[in-house]
């Protein structure tokens, strides 16, 4: 707060010969300010006082300005007050002579600070007058309009050596009241104007502007499982600044409900609050698309409500198919030591689903398992992994499946037998591959291929494929391939135009066979992500030590920070495509502490002779997140300048591109090795 200070009238009402001028800076924190007058133009007869802390931990500094022979006369003078603190600059200028003159206050209303105060019970108000004249002034205080209780304490005033009076009128109230938002109002009359009163309004909410802030409210339904238990539970989390004194209410189906539990209020870390409140869902309220609303009700913004749905009862249900997969592990002697089960739920809506697992008809502990996330559009899939010892692990696993298009749960037993493999049985297997990005892109056809694996005979194979708009099919087979294990793999190939495919129709290739108790059904669509990112792509030119050999040269790209993860990258010399064995890719890698971000290196090798003659070599992406689907980075010789740092074999690079710097072949090297023990993982899990 800056205060503009003046020399009080003579007894003859006319002002002294000598003025002197003060600036008071008060309240302020952290040190120190900066005191200019007329921004820093006047600077003869100014005397800068030492600063000085009050007893509230703020500080107070002034400065003084002496105008001698009535000098102030026609000049206008000014305070200009920079706090570093706050980077902000707040100037006052100073009223000319107003002797014999009347003059209204200017009221200031002082709240108390808006931190934390949990050891005080007991708060102040201050209403603060300054520069009035005569120095009679009539000051109560109203609390939400009222009269306070006890009356209001006394106003006392006194005058300055400008002539003009100040005073304050203190109150102290509740820390109760003040966060509840009770408004305080300081009500002034003063013979300057009469009858008039001038109304002055404070409260938690006006002074701090924290409190006035809208807090989030975040719904979560319970999980499908959760329900089918009956611990399913609906969460209410509110967060925001100030929530001391926010209560949360329940309504279920619009009426109010008693049956939910507040947890106590959370102080984080960052500076907000926090409150978690749950109420009990039932399998009936689920099913009968229930409405749970939470009411916050805060002292500054009143009551906030937010509604959920458990589910909706007018959609169209589309009950999973189950299948269950399996992989042994096996010693060096050939024995089972463990197996992996992996239950697959697909072409289910809505997307609620509850998969868990039964051995020899008893539950086995949800430690042993891990669901996976539900995924899709339009229909959905999920999985459960389940993972088994040799000790006491054979047995009948049963899969169990809910979900809300079932009145019943579906179940799929599996028998596991550990100990000698047996060699001659070998599990069917059936994947469905979406198009490459060669075909959409380049190409402009579209092929899904069915690929049926681990077959003892080809000969009872059934393949047959549906569309979701149930237009013509152009289907190909081609013939059994026998593999190195003894086993038969048949590719059934489907040829659709690529609109078809883009758009987002759904595939179903159905497999039957001899070796299978029924038949197993695969569908696929393209997945529409909610978020497209598209790539950022970076060229680097050969390295200068890898050029002095004078026998190959490495150009290298990266394609960075894009979803999904389906990418095409190729190059071109002198404008002409590339042959693919003359280039390695390796990735798409997911992004490290980006979730669904993903990165690819490609890794180009010609002739150095090529590249000192000059040819421009480009980097071709392909991604949908691209404008225009494709994005072509180019360099050349000319526009690489050569620079060997001695030791440290870095090369800088120039050129059109932005770069973070070239990966040295140790890197490469590294990540490759990475993208092969990526690769085995998955293939592994699979």
């Not at 006052?92 to 934390?116: I, M, N, Q, W, Y």
């Not at 509840?180 to 009359?189: A, F, P, R, S």
């Not at 990735?587 to 669904?596: F, I, L, T």
Request: proline share 7%; aromatic share 6%; glycine share 8%.
């Amino acid at each position: 707060s800056v205060f503009p200070l003046v020399p009080c009238c003579t007894q003859t009402g006319s002002a002294p010969p000598d003025t002197s001028l003060a600036c008071l800076v008060t309240g302020y924190l952290p040190s120190p300010v900066d005191i200019k007058w007329n921004s820093g133009k006047v600077t003869q007869g100014v005397k800068d006082f030492p600063e000085m802390t009050m007893s509230d931990g703020l500080h107070t500094r002034s400065s003084l300005l002496i105008l001698p022979d009535r000098s102030r006369q026609g000049d206008t003078y000014q305070c200009d007050v920079t706090h570093p603190g706050t980077a902000k600059t707040v100037s006052k200028t100073f009223p000319r002579e107003s002797c014999g003159s009347t003059r209204p206050p200017e009221v200031h209303l002082l709240a108390p600070t808006c931190e934390d105060s949990s050891t005080e019970s007991q708060l102040e108000l201050v209403c603060l007058l300054l520069s009035f004249k005569p120095g009679k002034a009539d000051v109560k205080w109203l609390v939400n309009g009222k009269e306070s209780s006890p009356p209001t304490p006394a106003f006392s005033s006194a005058m300055g050596t400008d002539g003009f009076y100040m005073g304050q009128s203190r109150m102290n109230v509740t820390k109760q009241s003040w966060e509840k938002g009770d408004v305080y109002t300081c009500q002034v009359t003063h013979p300057a104007v009469g009858t008039e009163l001038s109304m002055h309004n404070t409260s938690k909410c006006l002074a701090c502007l924290r409190s006035s802030l809208d807090p989030n409210i975040y719904l979560t339904k319970p999980s499908y499982e959760d329900v089918i238990k009956n611990s399913g539970h609906v969460t209410c989390l509110v967060l925001g600044y100030d929530l001391a004194a926010s209560r949360i209410a329940w309504k279920v189906d619009g009426q109010d409900s008693s049956a939910a539990k507040t947890q106590p209020l959370k102080k984080n870390s960052n500076g907000t609050t926090s409150l978690v409140s749950s109420h009990p869902v039932s399998l009936a309220q689920w099913g009968q698309g229930t409405k749970f609303t939470c009411k916050v009700t805060t002292p500054c913004c009143g009551e906030l409500t937010q509604d959920i749905t458990m589910s909706n009862t007018g959609i169209r249900k589309k009950e999973p198919s189950i299948t269950i997969s399996r992989a042994y592990h096996e010693d060096i002697s050939g024995n089972r030591v463990s197996s992996t089960l992996i239950c697959e739920a697909s072409g289910f809506y809505p997307e609620e689903i509850s998969i868990s697992w039964l051995k020899n008809n008893s539950p086995e502990l949800k430690s042993s398992y891990n669901n996976g996330p539900v995924s899709g559009s339009g229909t959905f899939s999920s999985y459960s992994i389940l993972k088994i010892d040799k000790i006491g692990g054979e047995g009948n696993y049963t899969c169990v499946v809910h979900h809300p298009a079932m009145e019943q749960p579906k179940s799929v037993v599996e028998k596991v037998t550990l100990g000698v493999s047996n060699c001659n049985r070998h599990p069917l297997e059936v994947s469905l591959l979406p198009p490459s990005l060669e075909d959409l892109y380049i190409a402009q056809n579209a092929t899904i291929s069915c690929l049926v694996s681990g077959m003892e005979t080809p000969g009872s194979l059934e393949v047959s494929w549906n569309r979701g708009s149930g237009g013509p099919l152009a289907v190909v087979s081609r013939e059994p391939v026998l593999q190195e294990d003894g086993t038969y793999s048949v590719t059934s190939i489907l040829r659709v135009c690529v609109e078809e495919w883009q758009v987002g129709e759904e595939f179903t290739c159905t497999v039957k066979h001899q070796d299978i108790p029924s038949a197993i059904v695969k569908t696929i669509r393209k997945s529409h992500m909610v978020s497209l990112r598209a790539p950022s792509v970076y060229i680097s030119p050969p390295h200068a030590e890898e050029l002095s050999l004078r026998e190959s040269a490495t150009i290298t790209c990266l394609a960075s920070g894009f979803q999904p993860r389906e990418i095409l990258v190729t190059w071109t010399q002198q404008d002409r495509p590339v042959p693919q064995e003359a280039y390695t890719n390796i990735g798409p890698v997911r992004e490290a502490g980006k979730e669904e971000l993903y990165f690819i290196y490609s890794k180009l090798n010609v002739l150095a002779s090529e590249w000192e003659r000059g040819d421009t070599y480009a980097c071709v992406v392909g991604h949908e997140g691209l404008p225009m689907t494709f994005l072509q980075r180019s360099v050349d010789k000319s526009s690489a300048p050569h620079c060997l740092v001695e030791d440290h074999g870095v090369y800088v690079e120039g050129g059109e591109e932005e770069s973070d710097g070239l990966w040295t072949p140790v890197v490469f090297i590294a990540l490759f090795l990475l993208s092969l023990l990526y690769s085995a993982g998955v293939t592994l899990a699979k």
